[in-house]
């Protein structure tokens, strides 16, 4: 078919249904709320620029009306889809374009043509008159069909349920479910102001998003419920968008977050608290040239594998306090582009992130930060931090700075100045692995917790050497060589130069080599009783420590590798093991033998029966290789065997064994009788009949063939009726005197023979 007639007979069909449904609806559509226009952003046609290239002369039609040919010129599966929407929602029909033409105004708003954006405000008016959604509302018909925009994919869901609707300062939203999700969609407009709140079970903290009245209200089902969050172009940030995800403990994604206009937004503080399932974030797109807040911005938000900050504007933020503290899941991050010039305080920025191995802070500016309380508290798995850089002059809190970081080995806080800190308790908190100290002039401590060194012998972490006393020992600058317990080291107010501590220690061994092989024999037992025999050989080696005490220590055994080896095969025949693979040798293995027997397989046998040379039946039977069996041979029936037949079969491995045997059909030898009949019929001349018969009982010999059915006859034997003697009657004369006798022979019938008596003159 032509394009031209696909195209009329598609306006004349769409034409026909969106009439129908517009004059059947007309009525219920006047009274209920017209469908917001950007909630068509949702609805993602295959070909929009198609759409919108085929209605040149939209300006010249009434807002409520389409002709049938622009509906026909958008592609099928918007057309089929409208027609679905209209036939689903019952009285909701649109009223206004088609959504192929209210997705393409939703996705491109600065090319919307002027009668587009007319056509909006009309209907946002006709909202506004029959039924105002500045709150939370739930639609007549909760089964609206909805397509997802994902920022990968369109996802098409018929079953979508619209829970709630409204408007957040001028963004329009729907609360919808589909399938296993709980979806919140955000269009076009300014997102309203920051809210912090309780939900409605007084459990559970909120952000904006949760607490605000205009939204989910504090209702904790919706909050428990809600997965994912879309966003379409055009949605502008508040100013203050403080807590504006907080606590959405079950989000997981957010769809769209890059369309998000974060250009006017100053707090970010809290934005993004709590939201424990967020697998990622992307923030890449963010705007953060005005923010001066960043306060607890991703707290908690343990499950984000990966964050890109590295290219935030932060020249105007001055707090940082538990920016990215419990963001535990995440194993780098890059804040080397932070303008930190403006920031007062870094109180727990970096708290619990366990994931992080490495710090680079070299480029922190610093001058200004007050409080560092806590500020890398509980990172466990940290092994290096730059903080050779830090300013802090103006530093009055290093309360529990470096707690728990239980793998840091070295610190250099050769520019700390501690004048203005007044607590200091805890900085070095259970850092049991610290054995190396740069400290400057201006750094002295108040009630710190330093760990002791640990006790002679004692491996030093990260180093070949030992401790040789339990003491630390200025190994450069000031008193070079002088010994301090941990106390006194951090009781030392008169350093005047950098200076730098390390555990006093010593050569910790010297080390040897020990080897040994590993084999691993594989012994083939072959089906014929004959072996084959492999010996496969590694070496492993592991060193030999001589401590300086004397003793030894043992190092881990190197590992090697038995290649896998690929197993014989034998036709009719299963190893006992499927495979022999690679293994891992290391020095808990022990040499192995490794023996392959052989089964032989259940075979099975057929026997074919064959007459003239076309086979009539098969037999299967079975046994294992190598066995000799005596067949017990079943001629397919009507046949009998006509050939020699094998006594015994010795099965072979091959699976296709095949016996031919030559049939013949049976023939079946029968008699067939056939019994004639002469009827003698006397009439007398009393008008009675007197009946006398005789019988000749007649066989011949019939060979059936037992497969076809076809019979061979024989010849009839003959018989004979006797003669019989017409009686006589006085005063009458019979019509013959005598009935004849008479051969009977298989050509012969029935005969009947009729007397009569007629009187004498």
Not at 47 to 53: D, F, H, R, V
Not at 582 to 609: K, L, M, R, S
Request: charged share 15%.
């Amino acid at each position: 078919m032509n394009q031209k007639k696909r195209i009329a007979l598609t306006t004349t069909f769409v034409g026909l249904v969106c009439g129908f449904v517009l004059t059947q609806q007309q009525a219920a559509s006047a009274a209920t709320n017209a469908p917001d226009s950007t909630t068509t952003s949702m609805l993602a046609p295959e070909n929009t620029a198609a759409a919108t290239s085929a209605e040149p002369t939209q300006k010249e039609q009434p807002v409520n009306q389409q002709t049938s040919t622009q509906k026909a010129v958008t592609s099928m599966d918007t057309v089929s889809e409208t027609t679905n929407q209209n036939r689903i929602l019952g009285t909701q029909a649109p009223a206004t374009n088609t959504s192929t033409q209210s997705a393409s105004s939703s996705n491109n708003i600065t090319n919307s043509a002027p009668t587009q954006q007319a056509a909006a405000s009309s209907v946002s008016k006709t909202n506004e008159a029959t039924s105002p959604i500045s709150q939370p509302t739930t639609p007549k018909n909760s089964k609206a069909i909805t397509n997802s925009l994902n920022a990968s994919s369109l996802t098409t869901d018929p079953q979508t349920d619209t829970i709630a609707q409204g408007t957040w300062g001028t963004s329009k939203w729907e609360y919808t479910h589909q399938g296993a999700n709980y979806i919140l969609h955000f269009h076009a407009g300014t997102f309203g102001t920051s809210r912090q709140g309780y939900t409605d079970n007084h459990s559970h903290f909120v952000g904006s998003i949760g607490a605000s009245s205009e939204i989910l209200n504090c209702n904790w089902q919706w909050i428990k419920e809600l997965t994912q969050i879309f966003i379409d172009p055009g949605v502008i940030a508040n100013q203050d968008s403080s807590y504006l995800f907080a606590g959405l403990e079950n989000l997981q994604q957010i769809i769209g977050l890059a369309n998000l206009d974060t250009t006017k937004i100053t707090n970010m503080s809290r934005m993004f608290h709590e939201c424990y399932s967020l697998a990622s974030l992307d923030v890449s797109h963010f705007n953060t040239a005005n923010v001066t807040n960043m306060s607890w911005m991703f707290t908690e938000c343990y499950s984000l594998a990966s964050l890109d900050v590295s290219h935030f504007n932060t020249a105007n933020v001055t707090d940082m306090s538990w920016m990215f503290k419990n963001c535990s899941g995440i194993t780098s991050l890059d804040v080397s582009k932070f303008d930190t010039t403006n920031v007062t305080d870094m109180s727990w920025m970096f708290a619990y992130c366990t994931g992080l191995t490495s710090l680079d802070l070299s480029h922190f500016n610093t001058s200004k930060v007050t409080n560092m309380r806590d500020m890398f508290n509980y990172c466990m798995n940290l092994t290096s931090l730059d903080l050779s850089n830090f300013n802090t002059d103006k530093v009055t809190d290093m309360y529990g700075m470096f707690k728990d970081c239980l793998e840091l080995t070295s610190l250099d806080l050769s520019n700390f100045n501690t004048a203005n800190v007044t607590n200091t308790s805890w900085m070095f908190e259970d850092i049991f692995r610290l054995n190396h100290l740069i400290l400057g002039s201006q750094i002295y401590f108040k009630y710190t917790d330093l760990k002791s060194v640990p006790n002679t012998g004692t491996k030093i972490p990260g180093t070949n050497r030992v401790v040789a006393s339990p003491y630390w020992v200025a190994t450069s600058g000031y008193q070079q060589g002088h010994k301090y317990t941990s106390d006194e080291l951090m009781n030392l107010t008169v350093r005047d130069q950098v200076t730098t501590y390390d555990w006093d220690s010593a050569p910790a061994f010297t080390q040897t080599t020990e080897t040994k092989t590993k084999d691993r024999t594989i012994v083939i037992h072959q089906p014929d009783g004959n072996t084959k025999t492999e010996i496969q050989s590694v070496m492993i080696s592991r060193t030999i420590t001589l401590n300086a005490d004397g003793s030894k220590t043992y190092g881990n055994w190197s590992s090697a590798q038995w290649d896998g080896y690929a197993l014989p095969e034998f036709a009719g025949y299963t190893a006992s093991v499927s495979q022999i693979p690679a293994q891992t040798v290391d020095g808990n293995t022990e040499d192995q033998t490794i023996d392959v027997y052989y089964a032989p397989q259940e075979q099975t046998v057929e026997i074919q029966y064959l007459a003239n040379g076309q086979i009539v039946g098969t037999q299967k039977i079975t046994g294992y290789t190598g066995d000799t069996i005596m067949p017990n041979y079943h001629a397919p029936q009507g046949y009998e065997i006509t050939s020699l037949t094998p006594a015994t079969i010795t099965i072979d491995g091959s699976g296709k064994q095949i016996i031919q045997v030559q049939v013949s059909p049976k023939l079946n030898d029968s008699v067939e009788h056939k019994t004639l009949t002469r009827t003698i019929n006397l009439h007398l001349p009393d008008g009675t009949m007197r009946v006398s018969k005789q019988t000749a009982l007649l066989e011949r010999q019939v060979t059936i063939n037992a497969v076809t059915g076809e019979k061979i006859y024989g010849a009839w034997n003959t018989g004979d009726w006797k003669a019989l003697n017409v009686p006589t009657l006085a005063g009458y004369t019979a019509s013959q005197d005598q009935v004849a006798a008479q051969q009977v022979t298989g050509e012969d019938t029935d005969q009947t023979v009729d007397v009569y008596y007629t009187p004498t003159n």
